[in-house]
Nanobody, 120 residues
Framework: QVQLVESGGRLVQAGESLRLSCTAS????????MGWFRQAPGKERKFVAD????????RYVDSVKGRFTISRDNAKNTVYLQMNSLKPEDTAVYYC?????????????WGQGTQVTVSS
């Protein structure tokens, strides 16, 4: 069982930056693909970014490309989401998730979420 704990969400002004962190329990973190998702009020949870086990490959949803950066520190069992030039439409609960099976697209473990609110 993997436990994920997100932190870093808060209220910010449009244009500001924020870094989210997600720390995982267990020894197998370095083998997981890690992802960030978000859920805005009244909407479905959606993919934001993911990063492969080594940190050598990452993907982003188009709406955050050039503004958000996902990274990981396997020595600390932590994945980060650096968010720059935040917009009100980035307001959401942000979740990190772990995909433990290489070649699979399914995320089996989820954190409890952290609220990001961007005011205009």
């Amino acid at each position: 069982q993997v436990q994920l704990v997100e932190s870093g969400g808060r209220l910010v002004q449009a244009g500001e930056s924020l870094r989210l962190s997600c720390t995982a329990s267990g020894r197998a973190f370095s083998s997981y693909t890690m992802g960030w998702f978000r859920q805005a009020p009244g909407k479905e949870r959606k993919f934001v970014a993911d990063i492969n086990w080594s940190g050598g490959s990452s993907r982003y949803v188009d709406s955050v490309k050039g503004r958000f950066t996902i990274s990981r520190d396997n020595a600390k069992n932590t994945v980060y989401l650096q968010m720059n030039s935040l917009k009100p439409e980035d307001t959401a609960v942000y979740y990190c998730a772990a995909n433990p099976v290489r070649g699979s697209s399914r995320y089996d473990y989820w954190g409890q979420g952290t609220q990001v609110t961007v005011s205009s």
